[in-house]
């Protein structure tokens, strides 16, 4: 079992450094699968979710070659189309890129529904009503989504989209780049990781157009050749450090950074009263004072991101005030309050909303993480809570935050991972 300790109570200093976006890598490497040569991919993240997905292309038949931590090449030209295994498949959300690409290199798809983090009802029936427009027929047998192509391949279609799905928009261009003809996704999500997925595709010769809109242009190629990517910076794991600071105090240069992709975060720290300063490619961070309330509803980019709500909650919750947070975009995404409750918050939840009202201090006690973002906020929460804390599921927090004991280690938290073996021997490092 691994768990993290924290003793809390210190402000945080010195400068820590992003890493590549999870939701843009988790996309590109299944896509890769469309491509016939080594893609040559920079700033990917280390984080178990990549790791999993590698395991796949391998076994596959993907070529992978590590040249460091964060650079990989890798070449599909003679990736075989076989099933993943089911349990590898459950482990992750983004497996259901499998679905589109090995569609569009194939012709063929069968993979196991997705799994991850379990927040809410996430269907994936925009997915398929974009892969049915392509020409694809889909049905869900035994816990698999089983997808074909007509005899004579897929071919351009016009989807509408009924809902803004991040995963829907990028999955369905992914399938589209080999179709014939031209495919028009419309209401489209607009993240940046989304236009960073068509950026990679493009410049393995793709042509995709749009992606940042609300409509999305693509237009069929006979095949893609290897070529090298830089995957953007982590908005999610920049804004957590961010919350990090407001929560604790300190001063903090967040490093690798694009500014603008970081706007709905950090004007809404600034009017909880943190200072920032923005520069060409970072963040400085300043809390030497109170929080303040402030109300927040998470909505599609460019809004606040469901996906910093609980990092933001374990601030507010030491904020002075009352604050209001609304979840616009997946339901039960509040499990995770009742562990902040034990800490000594003051949170009610009802239904998508929460009411938070401000407490003096959070106290220290052994906390669970439910998914990925929670797992985040308990950790923000020990760092700001008199005492100790512990934080057991940990695993949760490793699909998505690269080294996080080590850079939080660096800005000189009082936080150790400890893996505990059955034979009760500890091994403690950070």
Same mark, same amino acid.
Do not use: N, T
């Given at each position: 079992m691994i768990k993290y300790e924290i003793n809390g109570g210190h402000p945080l200093s010195g400068s820590v450094y992003i890493s590549g976006a999870k939701n843009a890598a988790v996309s590109m490497l299944p896509a890769a699968l469309l491509v016939e040569g080594v893609c040559r991919i920079e700033n990917v993240p280390d984080i178990s979710d990549v790791r999993l997905l590698l395991q796949i292309l391998s076994d596959m038949g993907a070529m992978i070659r590590r040249q460091s931590p964060n650079i990989l090449e890798v070449d599909c030209t003679?990736?075989?189309n076989v099933t993943a295994p089911i349990e590898m498949v459950r482990r992750i959300r983004a497996s259901y890129y499998l679905i589109g690409s090995q569609l569009g290199r194939f012709g063929r798809a069968k993979v196991a529904m997705p799994g991850g983090c379990n927040f809410g009802v996430r269907p994936i029936? !925009?997915?398929?009503?974009?892969?049915?427009?392509?020409?694809?027929?889909?049905? !869900?047998?035994?816990g698999y989504v089983c997808a074909e192509a007509p005899e004579e391949g897929l071919t351009g279609g016009h989807v509408y989209l009924?809902?803004?799905?991040?995963g829907a928009t990028m999955n369905i261009m992914i399938a589209a780049v080999l179709a014939k003809g031209t495919t028009i996704i419309e209401n489209c999500a607009k993240e940046p990781h989304i236009v960073d997925l068509a950026n990679f595709l493009n410049a393995m010769g793709a042509r995709i157009s749009g992606a940042g809109t609300d409509i999305i242009k693509v237009r069929g190629v006979e095949g893609l050749h290897g070529g090298s990517y830089c995957i953007i910076p982590d908005q999610i794991e920049a804004g957590s450090y961010m919350a990090a600071v407001a929560a604790t105090g300190g001063d903090v240069l967040v490093q690798n950074v694009i500014p603008k992709h970081m706007d709905c975060i950090t004007a809404k720290l600034r009017e909880m009263g943190v200072r920032t300063e923005e520069y060409d490619d970072a963040i400085r961070v300043i809390q030497d004072g109170s929080l303040r309330r402030a109300n927040i509803k998470t909505m599609p980019y460019p809004g606040f991101p469901t996906d910093m709500q609980p990092q933001i909650t374990a601030c507010l919750s030491v904020a002075n005030g009352t604050s209001i947070i609304t979840e616009g975009i997946y339901d039960n995404r509040f499990r995770y309050a009742a562990e902040l409750v034990r800490m000594g918050a003051n949170i009610q939840v009802n239904g998508e909303v929460a009411v938070v009202d401000g407490v003096e201090r959070l106290h220290g006690c052994s906390v669970k993480v439910c998914d990925l973002r929670a797992g985040a906020a308990m950790v923000i929460a020990g760092l700001a809570a008199e005492g100790r804390t512990t934080v057991e599921d940990v695993h949760y927090i490793e699909r998505g935050y690269e080294d996080i004991i080590g850079k939080l280690c660096g800005l000189k938290a009082d936080i150790r991972r400890i893996e505990t073996y059955s034979d009760s021997r500890t091994d403690a490092a950070g």
């Open positions: 003679h990736a075989r029936d !925009q997915h398929i009503k974009g892969f049915e427009a392509l020409g694809a027929r889909v049905e !869900q047998l035994d009924d809902m803004v799905s991040v």
